[in-house]
């Protein structure tokens, strides 16, 4: 077997083999299978596509490529939730502790922010002394103890998808449905969980730009969920604005606290909602979505979801005071607002141009290791759909430093269509794959 016909066979359209496809991604780990070789390889399966049995063998193969996470020692079926990644997406800040309060254990590995798109584990560490760093033993007993805990992937978890996704990352074959469906799903796979519940984002501000793309992605990481023994449905959301108001990891944690405390955005805790109850139906505590939902708002109102907040800041060493006073969390020195220019509808609005900002502020990172600022970012006061006065704010800017708050507001406000006509912005939800 050599990977030139490998290749070929992909190139010209004809099915790999599992054997084929095996050797290809363990030789590509070993050193075997030269870098060349894979880039050649990655392009003709962005023109060609795979088959979705292909695909799921590519997906296990990946897994393969390294160890597994082992959650056997966590009582209960653990449910999974996976977002493609978006602006002021704070769903598993709010999610992790709402669906534990409600008895599902939820043993959360997550990933820092890159580029426009923010990440869990920093927004985290926005409480001081919070460890993200656990031991697996110290992971499985805090899930154990309050049934949530929330770590870092390890790097022994699909080495195959890390050296493949620097690959795509340089060759342009990042944005291929089968190379993107088998990096997530691999790493879920291998991270243990019984069931995933995947939040599939549509709009300008996702991986995926439209619903017919979305759509296919989610398709393909249902199929292969279900081919490897992961029970997945996916929920497609709108992401052609900011989820929420926040942007930025601090300020993103305060509106997560106003969610749990019953009040914050009506989008983000609808979403919530809307991925709670099904990560409790899949849990087995909720025997449909109506019922799943009502658990999860009683949670809310009895302050339930909230002090759970706390049990999980407080067992990975954060202070969980600060829940109760989120005004001591990190907070920048500058608030500067974005005003409209005239007056009109919101037409639309360019979201990865948001995180952008965001980003120009020191609140992510253009490439891993950087470090970041915590206390940066943005408010959204106006969205798509919303009619807007001249002279009243489209956004606030959080900053350190005047001259970046000064780039971050001509940013922000070219980020703005005002036109005449009212356009509607996509549904919150858009669709779901699965059941």
Known sequence: MRAYEIILKTRDGLGLSREEIDFLIQG??????????????????????????????LTDAMVNSGSR???????????????????????????????ASAGVPVAKMSGRGLGHTGGTLDKLESFPGFRVGLSMKEFVANVNEAKVSV?????????????????????????????IASSIMSKKIASGADALVLDVKVG?????????????????????GEHLGLHTVAVLSAMDRPLGRAVGNALEVKE??????????????????????????????????????????????????????????????????????????????????????????ITEMDTAGIGNAAQILGAGRSKKGESIDLAVGLEVLAKPGEWIEAGQPL??????????????????????SIGETKKEPLPLICGQIGK
């Open 256 to 345: 997560a606290i106003a969610v749990l405390r019953g009040e914050g955005p009506a989008d983000l805790r609808e979403l919530c909602l809307e991925l709670g109850s099904r990560m409790l139906a899949l849990g087995g505590k909720a025997k449909d979505l109506a019922t799943g939902r009502q658990r999860l708002e009683q949670a809310l109102a009895s302050g339930a979801a909230l002090a759970k907040l706390r049990e999980l800041v407080e067992n990975q060493g954060g202070n969980p005071t600060l829940v109760d006073q989120p005004q001591l969390l990190p907070t920048a020195e500058i608030q500067q607002e974005v005003v409209a220019p005239r007056s009109g509808w």
């Open 69 to 99: 996470v082992d959650l056997s020692g966590i009582e209960g079926i653990k449910v999974d939730k996976h977002s493609t990644g978006g602006v002021g997406d704070t769903t598993t800040i709010v999610l992790a502790p709402l669906v």
């Open 28 to 57: 590509y780990v070993q050193g075997e299978v030269e870098e060349y070789q894979m880039a050649a390889w990655a392009m003709a399966v962005y023109f060609r596509g795979m088959e979705k049995q292909k695909v799921a063998w």
């Open 204 to 224: 300008n501000g996702a991986f995926m730009g439209n619903p017919e793309d979305a759509r296919e992605l989610a398709k393909t990481m249902v199929d292969i």
């Open 395 to 416: 956004a606030v800017i959080h900053a350190n430093s005047a001259a970046k708050a000064e780039v971050a507001r001509e940013a922000v406000s070219s980020c703005y």
């Open 151 to 179: 770590i870092g992937q390890t790097a022994e978890i699909v080495p195959a998808d890390g050296k493949l996704y620097g690959l795509r990352d340089v060759t342009a074959t990042v944005d291929s449905i089968p190379l």
